[in-house]
């Protein structure tokens, strides 16, 4: 099985901040990666697919980098509406991080 | 749209089995796997297993093998997800999901069914 490590696993960070979530790979998987936002009561947003491709109708602070065993999610310029959980997901056999829970001070 | 709509929320007791239903819209329900995620209390999302609705084909979690059967009725475009031998660590709330428009990755989601066990 390939197990995803996120880091950290709780961030606390001002309007406008950037910030950056890691996440690590036990295995190389490629660029098959993705990132969503999960909120509370919600189903999982997909933001990112392919490492770094932008799904449809996400704003563009959100960016993905990296492939192989590492990878990052960066928000460039933190908004209030961020607030939420943060999971990596590898879909060449299909597991997810354990989340990065981002808090708005 | 493109929508996954999940049954309603579950009360079972302890060693009862629940079946969870995803009905698909607004695409073709066939070659685009269907894949079951939980989130536990207090816990992560975890990826259960696979099903494609074509073929019926199927792929688990380890985790969840021989406890867990995804199967789908094509007729109806509706997948589902049987979890057996119910015990309190399986109060979770259940997603369906697929990758309709991008493969692999799951942009397409139920809106979730909680499944209490007490």
């Known amino acids: 099985d390939i197990q995803m490590t996120q880091s950290p696993s709780s961030l606390s960070a001002s309007v406008g901040d950037r910030v950056t979530f890691t996440c690590r790979a036990s295995?190389?998987?490629?660029?098959?990666l993705a990132w969503y936002q999960h909120k509370p009561g919600k189903p999982p947003k997909l933001l990112i697919f392919?490492?770094?491709s932008l799904e449809t109708g996400v704003p563009s602070r959100f960016s993905g980098s990296g492939s192989e065993t590492e990878f990052t999610l960066t928000i460039s310029s933190l908004q209030s509406d961020d607030s939420a959980t943060y999971y990596c997901h590898q879909y060449v056999s299909y597991s997810f991080g354990q989340g990065t829970k981002l808090e708005i001070k | 749209q493109v929508q996954l709509v999940q049954s309603g929320a579950e009360v079972k007791k302890p060693g009862a089995s629940v079946k969870v239903s995803c009905k698909a819209s607004?695409?073709?329900?066939?070659?685009?796997?269907i894949h079951w995620v939980r989130q536990a209390t207090g816990q992560g999302l975890e990826w259960m297993g696979r099903m494609t609705p074509n073929s019926g084909n199927t792929g688990y979690a380890q985790k969840f093998q021989g406890r867990v059967s995804m199967t789908r009725d094509t007729s109806t475009s509706t997948a589902y997800m049987e979890l057996s031998s119910l015990r309190s660590e399986d109060t979770a709330v259940y997603y369906c999901a697929s990758g309709v428009t991008v493969f692999g990755a799951f942009d397409v989601w139920g809106q979730g069914t909680t499944v209490a066990v007490s």
């Open positions: 392919k490492a770094s």
């Open positions: 607004g695409y073709t329900f066939g070659s685009d796997d």
């Open positions: 295995q190389t998987i490629g660029r098959r």
